[in-house]
């Protein structure tokens, strides 16, 4: 077991750094996806990928797609309001005093002062 085999067994004969890049030959599809800020965000897909319709900016996150004239629009802030915050908005404040009232002095009712 010598003690060199190992240092001798690693990248013999590889380039210097860099040279992939330029040695590349896979071809690309170059794609610039543009948002609705009108950020563009070039991304170069491999030929055999399925390029996507829209891509998300990298720069404000909003949605971009490959028109520049008609970029997708940006996504609506509002969530939807789930069933809870319907009943909430329906209630009125003086309900809910009404009912924080109820509660106190249930309990305080329950302590025995
Ligand atoms: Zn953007």
């Known amino acids: 077991m010598a003690g060199g085999s190992?240092?001798?067994?690693s990248r013999v004969g590889a380039g210097p750094m860099g040279e992939s890049e330029r040695g590349e030959s896979a071809p690309r599809v170059r794609v610039v996806f543009?948002?609705?800020?009108?950020?563009?965000?070039?991304?170069?897909?491999?030929?055999?990928v399925e390029v996507p319709e829209t891509w998300d900016c990298p720069r404000c996150g909003l949605?971009?797609?490959?028109?520049?004239?008609n970029p997708p629009p940006p996504p609506r802030n509002e969530p939807y309001k789930t069933h809870l915050a319907y009943v909430r908005e329906r209630r009125t404040d003086a309900d809910g005093d009404?009912?924080?009232e109820e509660a106190l002095s249930k309990l305080r009712a329950r302590r025995g002062a």
Do not use: S, V, Y
């Open 6 to 9: 190992a240092i001798r067994g």
């Open 34 to 48: 543009w948002c609705a800020k009108r950020h563009d965000t070039p991304i170069a897909f491999a030929h055999d």
């Open 63 to 69: 949605p971009a797609g490959q028109d520049e004239q």
């Open 98 to 100: 009404a009912l924080l």
